[in-house]
C-alpha cells in the first residue's frame, strides 16, 4: 500500500511546513480556530418563508485562522 | 380519498409520524482558501420515518428525569425524515423547480394521478389532511428522504412541529415506505429475435444487453 493511500484525509495543511509533526509522519493537521468573519446569505428564491416548494439557501464566509 | 388523522398535540420527543416545517439539510460544506460555503436545502414540511421505537429508545439519553442508560448502545446519529410536497405541486412536475429541478408530469385526473390519490403507486404515498389541519393535500415521494441530526431537530420541535399522524396512518406510511425501499430492480429482459436461427445465423442476441436499465416502478 502506497504512501498516499495510508492518508486519505491527508489536507492542505500538511503541506505548511509550519504544521506540527508527530514522530515521522508529518500529515497531522494542526488544530486551529476557524473564525466565522463576514458572511453573505444568498437571498432563497422564492418566499423563504411560507414557500411550500423545498429551496436553496447558500451562506458564503471568510474564515480566520488567527 | 380518505383523510389522515392527526394529532396536534406534541409530545416530549421526537416521534414518527411527527410532522415539522422548514426542516434544513446541508447539502455540503466546502473550503477553499479562507472562503467556506454552506449550501442547504430547506424542506417546507417532513415527515419522520424512523422507528418509533428506536426514537424512544434514543429519547432517554437526552430525558432530564428519569434513569438513563448504562451505555450508548440505542443512541441515535440521525432521525430519517421524508419531504412532503404540495400534491398539486407534484401533478405538475413542479414541486421542486427552485432547486433546479424539473419532475415529470402525473395529470390528476388521468390513471396515474387517481391511483397516486389512492395510494396504488408504490413510489408515493398521498395525504389528505383534516380541514383544522393548515397544510394541503400532500405527497411524499420514498425516492426523496434525508437524515438529520437528531440533536437539530430536538432543538428545533418546539417552534417546527406541525402536528403528528395518528398511529394507524403512520404505520400506513411506514410499511409502504420500507416496502418500496425494500423492492428489487429487475431489468428489461429483451425477448429474443422471432426469426428461427438457420445455421449460418449467429446466435441469438444476448438477454440481457450490455444497456439494460433497471426497473423502478
Redesign the interface.
Known amino acids: 500500500m502506497s504512501r498516499e493511500r495510508q492518508q486519505p484525509f491527508k489536507s492542505d495543511y500538511a503541506k505548511d511546513s509550519s504544521a506540527p509533526t508527530v514522530g515521522r509522519e508529518e500529515a497531522i493537521p494542526p488544530v486551529v480556530p476557524l473564525t466565522y468573519v463576514k458572511g453573505t446569505e444568498t437571498p432563497a428564491v422564492g418566499k423563504p418563508h411560507g414557500n411550500d416548494k423545498p429551496y436553496r439557501v447558500k451562506i458564503r464566509g471568510k474564515i480566520s485562522r488567527d | 380519498m380518505t383523510k389522515v388523522q392527526v394529532k396536534t398535540k406534541r409530545i416530549a420527543r421526537v416521534s414518527q409520524g411527527d410532522i415539522f416545517r ?1 426542516i ?1 439539510c446541508i ?1 455540503y460544506v466546502a ?1 477553499k482558501r ?12 417532513v415527515v419522520v420515518l424512523t422507528q418509533d421505537c428506536d426514537l424512544e429508545q434514543d429519547a432517554r439519553y437526552r430525558s432530564k428525569s428519569g434513569k438513563k442508560p448504562k451505555n450508548h448502545d440505542k443512541k441515535l446519529f440521525s432521525v430519517l425524515v421524508a ?1 412532503v410536497y ?1 400534491a398539486a ?1 407534484v401533478f405538475l412536475g ?6 433546479e429541478m424539473t419532475m415529470t408530469e402525473i395529470p390528476e385526473t388521468a390513471t396515474l394521478g387517481k391511483m397516486l390519490m389512492q395510494n396504488e403507486r408504490p413510489r408515493y404515498h398521498y395525504l389528505n389532511f383534516p380541514d383544522d389541519i393548515p397544510i ?1 393535500p400532500s405527497i411524499v415521494d420514498f425516492k426523496h428522504y434525508l437524515s438529520v441530526s437528531v440533536i437539530y431537530l430536538e432543538k428545533a420541535r418546539p417552534k417546527k412541529f406541525v402536528c403528528r399522524l395518528s398511529t394507524l396512518f403512520r404505520e400506513d406510511l411506514s410499511l409502504r415506505f420500507a416496502g418500496y425501499l425494500a423492492r428489487i430492480g429487475l431489468p428489461d429482459i429483451v425477448a429474443p429475435s422471432k426469426a428461427l436461427p438457420s445455421a449460418t445465423s449467429p446466435a441469438p442476441a444476448a438477454a440481457f444487453p450490455a444497456d439494460r436499465s433497471i426497473d423502478t416502478h
Do not use: A
Not at chain 2, 34 to 45: A, M, N, Q
Open positions: 422548514d434544513e447539502e473550503e479562507g472562503i467556506i460555503e454552506v449550501s442547504k436545502l430547506v424542506f417546507p414540511l419531504p404540495n405541486q413542479q414541486h421542486l423547480s427552485d432547486v394541503v
